[in-house]
Nanobody, 123 residues
Framework: QGQMVESGGGSVQAGGSLRLSCVASGYSISVYSLAWFRQAPGKERERVAS???????RYADSVKGRFTISQDNAKNTLYLQMDSLNSEDTAMYYC?????????????????WGQGTQVTVSS
């Protein structure tokens, strides 16, 4: 049974940066696609960024040019570098892994989820 544990969230002022980490266990992240999602109060969970097992990355339009998704297979860890943060980025952030080589569009096809880490950006 796979598990994912996020860390790195916190409070930051607008314009600042944070780096989220997600350590996976019980399986190798190198085989599957991975993603970061976020959910703000009263809103649906949305995909922020994803990375396929061939390294192809995709980003939501709202974070393009500001966020970078990456992974370290040796550490079995997924990262999300977030720069130029603004108040619209305030949300609970979740890492997730599907069992497919390419990240699916359907959120329900992601098999493993972390517990979430809160990011709060003050203006």
């Amino acid at each position: 049974q796979g598990q994912m544990v996020e860390s790195g969230g916190g409070s930051v002022q607008a314009g600042g940066s944070l780096r989220l980490s997600c350590v996976a266990s019980g399986y190798s992240i190198s085989v599957y696609s991975l993603a970061w999602f976020r959910q703000a109060p009263g809103k649906e969970r949305e995909r922020v960024a994803s990375i396929d097992n061939d390294g192809r990355t995709r980003y939501a339009d709202s974070v393009k040019g500001r966020f970078t998704i990456s992974q370290d297979n040796a550490k079995n860890t997924l990262y999300l570098q977030m720069d130029s943060l603004n108040s619209e980025d305030t949300a609970m952030y979740y890492c997730a892994s599907s069992l497919f080589p390419k990240a699916p569009e359907d959120l329900s096809l992601f098999r493993y989820w972390g517990q979430g880490t809160q990011v709060t950006v003050s203006s």
